[in-house]
């Protein structure tokens, strides 16, 4: 069993360069595993190359986020400048289900994700494009056998109403979970009658926002990730964030949850080894 596991993070993002494996590598010296999660088709297959270079504690997502089904979201930390040859870009993707199914193939492959809803930076026309690249998301998963790692952000109505009508593709054991959960405890009751757990990342290090719904979902459904290369935990905050990182997540976990260190640790390793089935 590892120390701690981030379960959900990028380490294979244009950030890192090409310090990729020394960023895995200082997690695995600290006895940390990692889900490394892709984001459109080419951090999908770049995410499953990194995964395959270890025997073990490195594991990969693979989706189409939300945001990647409209061509003008270009994050440079995520992508590169754009239009060189070691960056990747964001094209507007229709969700290719073959594509995806091939990737999947890998043993690697632990969840389809971060797939979902975001409403946030909305082009109003991408609202059911988002919805059927979503959909077909939720049908591979099942054709997997795999759990969804979700993305959601100004869109819980309509993603619970998707993943309700939707029932009968989730995962029987455990459907997924929702990354970095940014809603209210009514929305996090109907995602955990569904089954699902939930992440937390570095943002409960810097704000109390999230310590009463975290109180409400409880340890037993609850896994640490970073989201690195973003949103970089106390004492890092404002630099580039990495999976080693998650440890400090861990410790205000307990903190909020008024448990010791070392059962926050084994029971999140717990969870995320349960749902993903590592
Ligand atoms: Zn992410």
């Known amino acids: 069993m590892p120390k701690l596991i981030d379960a959900h993070t990028h380490a294979h993002f244009v950030a890192y360069g090409d310090e990729s494996e020394d960023v895995v590598q200082r997690a695995l010296d600290e006895d940390i595993w990692l889900i490394t999660v892709g984001t459109q088709k080419d951090t999908s297959r770049r995410a499953v190359e990194l995964a395959e270079q270890y025997k073990e504690g490195v594991y990969a997502s693979i989706a189409l986020h939300p945001i990647h089904t409209e061509k003008s979201y270009h994050d440079p930390q995520e992508l590169g400048a754009g239009g060189d040859t070691k960056g990747f870009t964001s094209r507007g993707e229709d969700f290719d289900y073959e594509y995806y199914k091939k990737l999947g193939q890998s043993k ?57 009508d939707h029932k009968h593709l989730l995962k029987q054991d455990f459907p997924g979970v929702n990354h970095f959960f940014t809603s209210n405890k009514e929305d996090a009751k109907e995602l955990m009658e569904l089954g699902f757990y939930f992440t937390f990342g570095g943002v409960i290090t810097f704000t109390h926002d999230y310590d009463e719904v975290i109180k409400y979902i409880g340890l037993d459904k609850i896994m640490v990730e970073t989201d690195a290369p973003y949103v970089a935990p106390v004492p890092h905050r404002g630099k580039r964030n990495e999976p080693a990182f998650v440890k400090y997540t861990a410790e205000k976990l307990a903190e909020i949850l008024d448990k010791d260190f070392e059962e926050v640790a084994q029971k999140t390793v717990e969870n995320t080894r349960k749902v993903f089935s590592i």
């Open 108 to 164: 690697k492959v632990v969840s389809i994700g971060e797939c979902g809803l975001d409403y946030f930076r909305l082009e109003e026309s991408t609202k059911d494009k988002q919805r059927d690249a979503f959909i077909q998301q939720i049908r591979l998963a099942n054709e997997l056998n795999i759990p969804l790692m979700i993305h959601c952000r100004n869109a819980f109505g309509d993603l619970i109403q998707i993943l309700k």
